[in-house]
Structures are given as structure tokens and as C-alpha cells.
């Protein structure tokens, strides 16, 4: 795999009010994973050493969904965001002299893309710990209370993290439970459950 640059691991609380931009991408059919994946690297190392202010962390995954179109999958981006200001800052940082190239980079080289921003409902934000998600609606008749309660067991279980979707570019989910092991115990039927492979060194 290739390198991902090493982020603190110290878990984030729901009292932050963190925000995740969720960017899920594939290659062009034409390039090699590998060199896919080194470009991705290349610009989360530029990203984290200019450092924007509001910036937490980053990490890429490997992963499958509906959304992402390759049959195959594709790739999860995560960026934490301290709040919403962060994000006129990150836009000025990935057009800035040190992250425009290896950004551009990417853009070059990658097929397709979607993305949406979630705010941390309850739980933790754990990249590193959380290996497993599943993305899924709202039944329609439930009040929020009522659907906040039934998740609780699960969203209070070590390391887990509910994430809810403010804002759409394309047919994500409304909420996003990342959790350390296998989900078990979902109330509402799932857009979709799978492991997460973090890229690393």
C-alpha cells in the first residue's frame, strides 16, 4: 500500500462538533492502483504538513458502496474539520503552492468522485480504531429522539462514532456508524455495511 502520513490517534468527542468532508473516488480506468494510490498519498503529506487551521486529520480507505462507480470499489476519504469555518480554509490550502500540484495530481488521474459533509452526531471520531461502517436512512415515520434512543446501545459502544449527513453532492445516506468491530444490532436496514482496509505504510 501506499504511505499515509501518521495522524495522532487520540479519538474526537461528539462535544466538538466535528465535521467529516467524505470524498469517495476511483481511479481512471486507464491508471494503475498503485500509482493512484501513491498520488493520493503524495497530497494527504502535502496536506498535513501546510497544516490549515480547522484541520484535525485525514485518512483514505479502501472500500465498496453504491455510490462509488466501479463495481470493484474505490476509495473513502475522510477529512476532520473542527467546524464549518474549516472548510473556506481547506479549499484555499489544496490550491495553495504546496498541495496545488500533488491535488491537481489526483484530479488527473482519478475517474469519478462524489462527496458529502456529516457533523459527529454522538460517539468518537476514530479513524484509525474504526474499521467498520454502515450507512443508512432515517425510517421515515421515526421522530429523531426516537431513533437516537434505539442507537443508543451502539453509539455508546468503545470507540464507536454516528455521523450525520448536512450536506450532499450526490445519493449518500443520511447516517454513517463507524465502529472498531462487526456491526451487529442495526435497527434500520443498511445502505450498506462494510470493512474499511485504512491505507498505511
Known amino acids: 500500500m501506499s504511505a499515509i502520513p ?8 461528539e462535544e466538538t462538533q466535528m465535521l467529516a468532508y467524505v470524498f469517495w473516488h476511483w481511479p481512471n480506468a486507464a491508471v494503475d492502483v498503485r500509482t493512484y494510490e501513491k498520488a493520493v498519498a503524495d497530497f494527504h503529506a502535502a496536506l498535513a504538513a501546510a497544516k490549515p487551521a480547522g484541520f484535525v486529520r485525514s485518512a483514505v480507505f479502501q472500500t465498496r458502496a453504491p455510490w462509488i462507480g466501479r463495481p470493484d470499489g474505490g476509495y473513502e476519504e475522510w477529512y476532520l474539520l473542527e467546524n ?3 472548510m473556506d480554509v481547506i479549499n484555499e490550502a489544496v ?3 504546496a498541495c496545488r500540484e500533488p491535488h491537481d495530481h489526483v484530479a488527473r488521474l482519478a475517474g469519478g468522485g462524489t462527496a458529502s459533509l456529516y457533523r459527529l452526531r454522538r460517539g468518537v471520531a476514530d479513524p484509525d480504531a474504526q474499521r467498520w461502517c454502515a450507512w443508512f436512512e432515517k425510517p421515515a415515520a421515526m ?3 426516537e431513533f437516537d434512543a434505539l442507537l443508543r446501545p451502539l453509539t455508546d459502544a468503545p470507540r464507536a462514532g454516528l455521523w450525520s449527513r448536512q450536506m450532499g453532492l450526490g445519493s449518500t445516506p443520511e ?4 465502529t472498531p468491530g462487526p456491526l451487529e444490532g442495526l435497527p434500520a436496514p443498511p445502505v450498506t455495511v462494510a470493512a474499511l482496509e485504512l491505507i498505511r505504510p
Request: charged content about 10%.
Open 95 to 97: 490550491v495553495s503552492a
Open 175 to 178: 447516517f454513517c456508524l463507524r
Open 84 to 86: 464549518s469555518g474549516a
Open 143 to 145: 421522530k429523531y429522539a
Open 6 to 13: 501518521s495522524h495522532p490517534t487520540t479519538p474526537m468527542s
